[in-house]
């Protein structure tokens, strides 16, 4: 058990990696579907780090403040922890303050059958095939590519063929990221690998999950992976061949790329599919709250990572694009988001969740207000701009270094879901608040209301929406304040202390 362990959980490789740099404060963050194995990991990583020396101490952290797959700054913080080694799926966002170090992880894979859905592709059609594929699966990369290049001599073949490369194994938070009021477009987080350690990933400076032009090649970072493509090529002449699950990484695969030729390589059951219509309809989903957002005047932004890099800068962006279009803004910062937290904000018409590529389509069908994500706001709230079929889900995508002038449209007519009739953008500021606010207010508050309690009246006064402050007055619940009516603070109850298991005072009781 415990070499199965060391094997999948690259002990002896994580050792050297903390032991070179000298890291005496170490958390070790889990998924929920690995913790079952967080003791025993442990318990090895400190008996292979006490052959070295000893003196480190190792943390489990797991349910993790925001998403799994991101770099738990906020919980490593907790116990001043020096580096983060971050096991399981990742998106590999860049990190605000710690280094991390990942553990991937190895999932099954049948080379074999892998490499003959490869060569069956590519006799279907004349494309060059891209080969992507979930992090898990990185492990097996020259297994199969050693075993399609033998399969292509048996059968007299020789398709073009590009396997992407995982961008990084150890991130190291950059001087420009440290200060996020400073984040500049063109830097991300310095992703290097200890070249003594694993000298076949190469070196990245840059972590944004986007594209990048020069002169010869076009290099693309997307879900830890990274691949180049020739300057003269488009990525609608690749087929795509994804190998993994039908996951939050495929998804945003599919919809970044929602102009190309896509197979997926089921690894589990060791078959292909190509009907990915379930997502295309998750694309036209997004335009329908792109077009619905337009007429929202109060936005929530809703805080979904405090640990990827940019996310303050972003969220400075949105404010100021908000505020540019005549809305009004509230950042809510609430862990992760559900329909019963965001009830609470009814004013609210519309929220903008700001997180990591993999977690930013929030599914809201069963919320009283849509929630799209950074991009869709951009396309929302700036006057003017239309939907190319272009789908970005990292927000440092949008991210730019000096403001940003929007052309708006002299003549440009939309569709209003609360008029029920088209309507034309170019019109005066005060025209449109005089037109929408209130009714668009009083009529997304009282519908909130009366699905919550039915009572109207507390936030609404003869018809007139309040503002926010007002609505806050008006509730009969306003959260946790300094103000105590009861008893005075020092005489408040001081909870039981100790683990679930046996308080302090059980305890004491049992010792007695």
């Known amino acids: 058990m415990e070499a199965d362990v060391g094997s ?36 090895a990583l400190r008996r292979e780090l006490s052959s070295g020396g000893g003196g480190v101490r190792v943390f489990v952290m797991a349910d993790t403040a925001y998403n799994s797959c991101c770099v738990d700054e906020v919980g490593a913080s907790h116990i001043d922890a020096q580096c983060v080694v971050h096991y399981g799926h990742a998106c590999m966002s860049p990190t605000s303050n710690l280094p991390a170090f990942f553990v991937l992880g190895k999932a099954p894979l049948d080379v074999h059958a892998c ?24 492990y097996a990369l020259d297994d199969l590519r050693r075993t399609f290049e033998e399969s292509c001599k048996s059968n007299s073949c020789n398709p073009e063929v590009q396997y992407a490369d995982v961008l990084c194994s150890v991130m190291s938070p950059s001087s420009s990221t440290a200060d996020e009021n400073d984040y500049p477009q063109s830097s991300g987080t310095s992703c290097h690998v200890d070249l003594s350690i694993k000298s076949d990933v190469p070196t990245f400076l840059d972590n944004r999950c986007s594209m990048e032009c020069s002169s010869s090649t076009h290099k693309y970072n997307l879900g830890g992976v990274t691949w180049n ?14 190998i993994g699950q039908d996951n939050s990484a495929f998804a945003n695969i599919v919809l970044t790329f929602n102009k190309c030729e896509i197979v997926r390589y089921d690894a589990i059951k060791s078959q292909l599919s190509t009907d990915f219509s379930h997502l295309m309809k998750v694309l036209r989903r997004r335009y329908y709250l792109v077009e619905k957002a337009k007429d929202a005047n109060i936005i929530g932004i809703l805080v979904g990572t405090l640990g990827v890099a ?6 400075k ?3 100021e694009a908000i505020r540019a279009a005549g809305k009004k803004s509230y950042t809510l910062v609430m862990g992760r988001p559900n329909s019963a937290k965001l009830a609470n904000f009814p004013e609210c018409e519309v929220f903008v ?9 929030l599914d809201s069908k069963d919320f009283l207000a849509p929630v799209i994500t950074p991009f869709e706001a951009v396309l929302a709230f700036s006057r003017g701009r239309e939907w190319t079929g272009e789908y970005l889900l990292d927000f440092k995508d949008l991210i730019t270094s000096e403001k940003q002038e929007v052309t708006v449209a002299t003549e440009e007519a939309r569709f209003s879901f609360i008029k029920g009739a088209y309507v ?29 309690n039915q009572n109207n009246d507390a936030v609404l006064y003869q018809g007139r929406a309040m503002s926010s402050i007002d609505y806050l007055k008006a509730r009969s619940y306003r959260g946790l304040t300094g103000d105590y009516e009861g ?5 408040i109850l001081v909870g039981r202390t100790g683990k679930a298991a046996g308080y302090n005072d059980e305890k004491t009781q049992s010792a007695q």
């Open 115 to 138: 490499a003959s859905s490869m060569l069956e592709c590519s006799r279907k059609g004349n494309k060059r095939i891209l080969v992507l594929y979930g992090l898990e699966y990185a």
């Open 310 to 315: 940019g996310y303050l800068h972003v969220i």
């Open 229 to 242: 493509i020739s300057a003269e090529e488009k990525m609608e002449d690749y087929l795509i061949f994804w």
């Open 424 to 452: 034309e953008d170019n019109c005066t500021q005060e025209s449109m608040e005089q037109s929408e606010t209130s009714l668009t207010l009083a009529e997304v508050t009282e519908k909130a209301l009366s699905i919550q």
């Open 317 to 319: 962006q949105l404010k």
């Open 487 to 491: 008893p005075a603070p020092d005489s």
């Open 8 to 43: 999948r959980y690259e002990i002896p490789r994580t050792a050297e990696f903390l032991r070179a740099r000298a890291y005496t404060r170490v958390a070790l963050q889990f998924p929920d579907e690995m913790l079952k194995d967080a003791p025993a990991v442990a318990r």
């Open 353 to 361: 969740y700001v997180s990591c590529a993999q977690t930013a389509l």
